[in-house]
T-cell receptor
Framework: EAGVAQSPRYKIIEKRQSVAFWCNPI?????LYWYQQILGQGPKLLIQ????????DSQLPKDRFSAERLKGVDSTLKIQPAKLEDSAVYLC???????????FGSGTRLTVV | GNSVTQMEGPVTLSEEAFLTINCTYT??????LFWYVQYPGEGLQLLLK?????DKGSNKGFEATYRKETTSFHLEKGSVQVSDSAVYFC???????????FGPGTSLSVIP
């Protein structure tokens, strides 16, 4: 089966600019996750969707980060305005019910200068 | 809350040395446990997993046993190679919430 697709692969922006990342999960996976991985740290869950509803966004900095999953398939994660500390790899993952088939995409590496 | 703790790195070993990376967890219920590996410049890859107590996950010469009595899932390999140099993440799946949470990672460098 095709994996989790993410784009772009890399992005460099200036602070205070906005940026958006896109994720296409594995077909049939109802649950979608966005993680932030800062260099030298483990991935941190930002938001979890079940179909097109939010299950957990407790770690999402809602003053600048937003995410949506229209129609329960693709998802976008947006940062506006970006800060230097947002430099990280943003990983998307998807799974079936119960966490089965949990699969990560290759990630988007964001550099904020 | 649920959490994962790993031994701090970096760990530096000579080729063919024995590897142990310690991992302990705190969780309610019966989580599944994982080791992920991240090679330099690459994405996360699932290395091995165990879904219940006393299960042993294995892959590419790596092994880890799910020890519920000690809440541990230590990663071992009998003879490391230079190509094993990477960052290793211990993780658990919170079955009530269907989400994977990660430890901080342990960097391994294997020198010839």
């Amino acid at each position: 089966e095709a994996g989790v697709a993410q784009s772009p692969r890399y992005k460099i922006i200036e602070k205070r600019q906005s940026v958006a990342f896109w994720c296409n999960p594995i077909s049939g996976h109802a649950t979608l996750y966005w993680y932030q991985q800062i260099l030298g740290q483990g991935p941190k869950l930002l938001i979890q969707f079940q179909n097109n509803g939010v299950v957990d966004d407790s770690q999402l900095p809602k003053d600048r980060f937003s995410a949506e999953r229209l129609k329960g398939v693709d998802s976008t994660l947006k940062i506006q305005p970006a800060k230097l500390e947002d430099s990280a790899v943003y990983l998307c993952a998807s799974s079936r019910a119960g966490g089965y088939g949990y699969t990560f995409g290759s990630g988007t590496r964001l550099t904020v200068v | 809350g649920n959490s994962v703790t790993q031994m701090e790195g970096p760990v530096t070993l000579s080729e063919e040395a024995f590897l142990t990376i310690n991992c302990t967890y705190t969780a309610t219920g019966y989580p599944s446990l994982f080791w992920y590996v991240q090679y330099p410049g690459e994405g996360l890859q699932l290395l091995l997993k165990a879904t219940k107590a006393d299960d042993k996950g294995s892959n590419k010469g790596f092994e880890a046993t799910y020890r519920k009595e000690t809440t541990s899932f230590h990663l071992e390999k009998g003879s490391v190679q230079v190509s094993d140099s990477a960052v290793y993440f211990c993780a658990l799946l919170q079955t009530s919430y269907d989400k994977v949470i990660f430890g901080p990672g342990t960097s391994l460098s294997v020198i010839p």
